[in-house]
């Protein structure tokens, strides 16, 4: 099933094609890893939805990515609390080790870093999700262990 029948077919899911875009969007980027210009007018066509509508709710959600993404993303939070805890000192220890800047890609690709306004786990920060993994609570003993398992 290519990727137009895969929407079309989510799309039969929800009593209005609207209410599909957001699965839709997801598929295409589990996919690709990314939501190119191509991927989102290959959405707004399968299901016949503005290409604006289909941008707008794109660039709304912090959970769509624009742009070619790392082997794996590594999205740590920096709310209040993960702050207090010592997401900041992460975030330089991660760039420290890696080279990786908030909003980058390592060099081999392996890596890209965003920084998460808040991933719902406050009582246990700071955390982070490495692709759709949750860890808890990071400290600078502990970062680097955990990510070393992802290749």
Known sequence: MDI???IRDLSRKYPDRRG???????????????????ALDTVSR?????QATVKGVATFYAMYRHR?????LIQLCTNVACMIMGA????????????LEPGGT???GRFSLV???????????????VDTDFHADLTAD????????YE
């Open 106 to 108: 390592t060099d081999d």
């Open 88 to 99: 900041e000192r992460l975030v330089d220890l991660i760039s420290g080790r890696y080279g």
């Open 20 to 38: 599909a875009l957001l699965p839709a969007l997801y598929v295409v980027q589990k996919e690709a890893g990314w939501l190119s210009q191509e």
């Open 115 to 129: 920084i998460m306004e808040c991933i719902g786990a406050c009582d246990r920060a700071p955390a982070m999700l």
């Open 4 to 6: 137009m029948d895969e």
């Open 68 to 72: 070619p993404m790392g082997r794996h």
């Open 142 to 149: 502990n970062i680097f262990e955990i990510l070393e398992k």
């Open 46 to 50: 399968a299901l016949n939805l503005p």
